[in-house]
């Protein structure tokens, strides 16, 4: 789903990359996941996304993602997650997004859980910020906290609180609630929970609506809109001096997204 032209001259209204320029690059990890294969899809769709990287630990299957004169701007870096320091070492890229993420069931341990929901994206936060990339967007979940007394809520609080202590000119957090789409992985939980919440969803109203599922897809345009938007912003004579970090709980991710799981 491209950005609509009226989105797209406001996402690049002031900023420093002209007409004539290559565009913007980008850097995503998490590109097998829910999030992360649709906001791929649709970077790939963007014409002013000039170059994709991906890093993955596995392949990543193109097909269905776009025409092959567009997929010619995505390289793929397959590399354990450990070793991603040396495997970004050539990368820069202006956007960097990260949408990985796990459950306890699957990485059977927590230190194996809380390497991928905090150590990794916090690893490619410093990336982000080591190499001056402008913005770096990652998805934690709802209800993240350091003093939550879930296991899954207070490693997603823990690494929102490392986030603000970075240098990097944006941060966007996105905490999206239970997530409705296909995934690759059987997620028997989040899928009854999801089904549970969008029977529910009408009666989600005001204080509750942050609480509605959200498809994975939105929170992918939400992203992509939202990065475009801080870019634009960060040179414009109405830019503004934005907090450094933003935001974006389920509800504000489905205004931005235009629209919801209803």
Request: glycine share 8%; aromatic share 6%; hydrophobic share 45%.
């Amino acid at each position: 789903m491209a950005l609509e032209p009226d989105m797209m001259e406001r996402a690049h209204k002031g900023s420093a990359l002209t007409v004539e320029s290559a565009g913007y690059t980008s850097l995503l990890a998490g590109a097998t996941g829910l999030i992360g294969r649709a906001l791929l899809k649709q970077l790939i769709a963007d014409s002013s996304i000039s170059k994709i990287t991906v890093l993955s630990r596995r392949p990543v299957a193109m097909e269905g993602l776009g025409r092959p004169s567009e997929l010619a701007k995505v390289e793929v870096i397959v590399a354990s997650l450990d070793d991603m320091a040396l495997a970004l070492e050539q990368v820069k890229a202006d956007m960097v997004f990260c949408t990985l993420g796990t459950t306890i069931k699957i990485a059977k341990t927590k230190e194996a859980f809380r390497k991928v929901d905090y150590e990794y994206p916090l690893s490619l936060a410093l990336f982000a910020e080591r190499t001056d990339a402008a913005l770096f967007s990652v998805v934690t979940a709802m209800g993240a906290s350091t003093d939550s007394a879930f296991f899954y809520s207070r490693v997603k609080g823990e690494l929102q609180e490392q986030l603000v202590k970075l240098s990097i000119p944006h941060i966007q957090v996105f905490q999206p609630s239970l997530l409705l789409g296909e995934r690759s992985e059987a997620r028997p939980g989040e899928a009854l929970g999801a089904w549970v919440s969008k029977g529910l969803q009408y009666a989600m109203v005001g204080p509750l609506r942050k609480y509605r599922a959200i498809k994975g897809e939105a929170v992918a345009f939400a992203m992509r809109l939202a990065a475009f938007q801080a870019l634009g912003a960060a040179t414009s004579a109405e830019g503004g001096s934005a907090a450094a970090i933003q935001y974006y709980p389920s509800d504000k991710i489905a205004e931005l997204a235009v629209h919801t799981t209803g």
